[in-house]
């Protein structure tokens, strides 16, 4: 099975700051990755598939990138409605694996 | 609008049984393949269970293999999973999403519903 390492677990940011989220393959998975934002309650939603192509209707504060074993989720300036929980997903191969999740909070 | 709608949880004792369905719209649902995903309470994602177009492939987790059953009903708009031999540890929300065809990167995962709660407790 495919392991997805994600980094980090957690992080408090601020409104307008830069955040970047990491994920690690196990093993090389192409551009076979989504990110995604959760919200307590909700179901996920998909902010970026392809690894870098951003789902439509989501702003462009999102972006991802990378390819293989490495891959970034970046939001270049936080907003409010951004504080959530965030997981990448990889559907390179069965199983497919969620990284285990970066909860994003309030500083 | 593509909807997916989850239906069928509750609560059940342990070793028990429950079926799950989700009924799309807004799509042709016969083109798409469809995944069972769950989340325990206060944890992540754990994909669960892989369906085809036609059926002819289907995919499971080792944790619900042997115990777990997928299945659709094309001319119904519908995926059901079949969950016997249920344990504490299924106690989810559980999921359904989409997922297109490998050439369409845009359809994987790209629609979920809107989850059901199963709960198995004695």
């Known amino acids: 099975d495919i392991q997805m390492t994600q980094s980090p677990s957690s992080l408090s940011a601020s409104v307008g700051d830069r955040v970047t989220i990491t994920c690690r393959a196990s093993?090389?998975?192409?551009?076979?990755l989504g990110w995604y934002q959760q919200k307590p309650g909700k179901a996920p939603k998909r902010l970026i598939y392809a690894a870098s192509s951003l789902h439509s209707g989501v702003p462009s504060r999102f972006s991802g990138s990378g390819s293989g074993t490495e891959f970034t989720l970046t939001i270049s300036s936080l907003q409010p409605e951004d504080f959530a929980t965030y997981y990448c997903?990889?559907?390179?191969?069965?199983?497919?694996?969620f990284g285990q999740g970066t909860k994003v909070e309030i500083k | 609008e593509v909807q997916l709608v989850e239906s069928g949880g509750g609560l059940v004792k342990p070793g028990g049984s429950l079926r799950l369905s989700c009924a799309a719209s807004?799509?042709?649902?016969?083109?798409?393949?469809m995944n069972w995903v769950r989340q325990a309470p206060g944890k992540g994602l754990e994909w669960v269970s892989f369906i085809s177009t036609t059926s002819g492939y289907k995919y499971y987790a080792d944790s619900v293999k042997g115990r777990f059953t997928i299945s659709r009903d094309n001319a119904k708009n519908s995926l059901f999973l079949q969950m016997n031999s249920l344990r504490a540890e299924d106690t989810a929300v559980y999921y359904c999403a989409r997922e297109g065809i490998v050439a369409r990167p845009d359809q994987m995962f790209d629609y979920w519903g809107q989850g059901t709660l199963v709960t198995v407790s004695s």
């Open positions: 997903l990889q559907h390179n191969t069965y199983p497919r694996t």
């Open positions: 807004g799509f042709t649902f016969s083109s798409y393949s």
């Open positions: 093993q090389g998975i192409r551009n076979d």
